[in-house]
T-cell receptor
Framework: DAKTTQPPSMDCAEGRAANLPCNHS???????VYWYRQIHSQGPQYIIH???NNETNEMASLIITEDRKSSTLILPHATLRDTAVYYC?????????????FGPGTRLSVLP | ETGVTQTPRHLVMGMTNKKSLKCEQH?????MYWYKQSAKKPLELMFV???????ENNSVPSRFSPECPNSSHLFLHLHTLQPEDSALYLC?????????????FGSGTRLTVV
């Protein structure tokens, strides 16, 4: 799995967009970018994933740079319930035996 | 029930006890995983089962013994644990070969060894 680099912590005002960056400069052509989040003492929750095109779902948007060396997760209107640790992971989508490896992630604090 | 269910949610055990953690997935997935998360540390992958066969054991001490009787159930048998084994134990499942390729996690078992 390619290594990812994320800032250890970020703050965001409630109601504003939260933009969480991730660097993955050694990503290979077939590796996807996945985002998960973990609210305190719960299991990680899947947010979104993508290969090279920007993606959007009901939770967030994922913007991947053209060279695929970095990406940004966008929570368009952050709420207090979005306070969590956010993990960016790159891996092959369905390669048998390749597992998710979690780094320290970014601790997002949404402030009232 | 839907998703991945873990029981118990909380467990306190002595170092000489034997206990088991249970995980059940209702998603029809073909792979299951145990992760350990100690305080203020990233998740650590412990065991991987694909199609009920253990395919990975990340140097986990033998006092942790996994069991996967079928593709929907996963157990972690615990015996003679140490206080440093206190952690959140998370189970996950996935469908190898799916279009999504992600993991679905349970809520975890918070284990305290006294």
């Amino acid at each position: 799995d390619a290594k990812t680099t994320q800032p250890p912590s970020m703050d965001c005002a409630e109601g504003r967009a939260a933009n969480l960056p991730c660097n993955h400069s050694t990503i290979s052509g077939n590796e996807y970018v996945y985002w998960y989040r973990q609210i305190h003492s719960q299991g990680p929750q899947y947010i979104i994933h993508g290969l090279k095109n920007n993606e959007t779902n009901e939770m967030a948007s994922l913007i991947i740079t053209e060279d695929r060396k970095s990406s940004t997760l966008i929570l368009p209107h952050a709420t207090l319930r979005d306070t969590a640790v956010y993990y960016c992971i790159v891996r092959y989508r369905d390669n048998y035996g390749q597992n998710f490896v979690f780094g320290p992630g970014t601790r997002l604090s949404v402030l009232p | 029930e839907t998703g991945v269910t873990q029981t118990p949610r909380h467990l306190v055990m002595g170092m000489t006890n034997k206990k088991s953690l249970k995980c059940e997935q209702h998603l029809g997935h073909n792979a299951m995983y145990w992760y350990k998360q100690s305080a203020k540390k990233p998740l650590e992958l412990m065991f991987v089962y694909n199609f009920k066969e253990q395919t990975e054991n990340n140097s986990v001490p033998s006092r942790f013994s996994p069991e996967c009787p079928n593709s929907s159930h996963l157990f972690l048998h615990l015996h003679t644990l140490q206080p440093e084994d206190s952690a959140l134990y998370l189970c996950a499942s996935s469908q190898v070969g799916s279009a999504k390729g992600g993991y679905t996690f349970g809520s975890g078992t918070r284990l305290t060894v006294v």
